[in-house]
């Protein structure tokens, strides 16, 4: 049997509905939590985001959603579960970090990949931990990162692995690959658009999962789109691995929103027209709520609004039906690609 894992237990995966496959409910850059600006009323939190996700649901027919926050990023099982409840919404947890330069806390950094082989596979058998705590929510899939994400980013310099990961990372990936495969659930991934200047980032990643065993169809390169690199996607689409299409409406590390969208609406379509519509899943990668946007001009990305959820429908499907796209591919690429690269096969004896 095929299941989605939520963090309400384990659902059919044909009840997966539209999903998007990388979103924040609840984000925060790692020492948020410490932060007295950062403080959460609580159930006005869940309140705000849960009204979001409603209207997503009823107006649109979203039907999951994908939390890839990681744990030092604000990971909040219990504001998943409770979003998820007062919705109806299916959400997904992750297990994982973010990059090295930005996330993998210290007490993680020295642990070896048996050890963070360990902690993945418990996230999605056992329960998340949250606050020194034991929570029975698990997670249902797997994050992993690279690149120079910080307050000044970069291209990611050469590793002494030979590639443009750092060490740490190196030790992250290893052991998502092995959890994954124990577990039999997707990886989905965090790449930085400037690594593009020195190396295919998203084929580095996939290159040492392959390395572990890891099956490249239950692999999405997240980012790949962003700006759209077509030789690299391709790299990546050849070893059998899935490329995310994130960013709809978002104009992350670009001057224009219309331009990326733009952009990225016309390198689908090649791909398209090149038979790579099984590959291929979108989502906004937005923030439903970072507690501190709007308090500070320091970093400016938090003051950016957010686009709506019904922005996939009112713009950007749109633009692809005008060049042609159609809608057994879109239903392809927000419905069935997802769901079968999120779906556990619990027959096989996977917890």
């Not at 070893?239 to 978002?250: K, M, S, T, Y």
């Not at 969208?261 to 038979?275: C, H, I, N, S, Y």
């Amino acid at each position: 049997m095929k299941v989605l894992r939520t963090v309400l237990g384990d659902v059919p995966a044909e009840n997966s509905g539209l999903m998007l496959s990388h979103e924040h409910l609840l984000y925060g850059y790692p020492g948020a939590e410490l932060d007295h600006r950062a403080v959460l009323d609580y159930d006005a939190a869940v309140d705000f985001v849960a009204g979001q996700v409603r209207r997503g649901k009823d107006d649109f027919g979203y039907g999951t959603i994908v939390d890839m926050t990681p744990p030092e990023v604000g990971r909040h099982p219990q504001f998943m579960v409770d979003v998820a409840t007062k919705t109806g919404m299916n959400v997904i947890a992750i297990t994982g970090f973010f990059p090295e330069r930005m996330g993998v806390p210290y007490y993680w950094r020295r642990q070896t990949i048996e050890e963070l082989t360990d902690f993945f596979v418990k996230d999605l058998t056992e329960g998340m931990v949250f606050a020194w705590a034991q929570t029975p929510y698990r997670a249902g899939a797997i994050k992993i990162a690279t690149g120079q994400e910080s307050v000044t980013p970069m291209p990611s310099p050469l590793g002494p692995n030979g590639r443009h990961i750092h060490e740490v990372e190196d030790r992250v990936i290893r052991a998502a690959g092995r959890a994954a495969t124990r577990v039999g659930c997707a990886i989905n991934t965090h790449i930085d658009p400037m690594d593009f200047e020195v190396t295919n980032p998203g084929r580095e990643q996939l290159e040492i999962l392959l390395e572990e065993g890891m099956d490249p169809a239950k692999v999405i390169i997240g980012h790949a789109f962003v700006p759209p690199q077509l030789e690299s996607m391709r790299e990546i689409l050849k070893l059998g691995a899935n490329v995310q299409l994130d960013h709809i409406g978002i104009p992350w590390r670009v001057d224009s929103a219309e331009e990326l969208d733009e952009a990225m609406a016309e390198a689908l379509v090649t791909l398209l027209d090149e038979g790579y519509g099984e590959r291929v899943v979108m989502s906004f990668d937005r923030w439903f709520m970072n507690p501190r946007a709007g308090v500070t001009e320091q970093d400016p990305q938090l003051l950016n609004e957010k686009v709506d959820l019904s922005y996939m429908f009112t713009s950007w499907v749109p633009r692809l039906k005008s060049k042609g796209v159609t809608d057994e591919q879109l239903d392809q690429m927000m419905i069935y690609n997802p769901r079968r690269i999120f779906a556990i096969d619990v027959a096989e004896g996977n917890q």
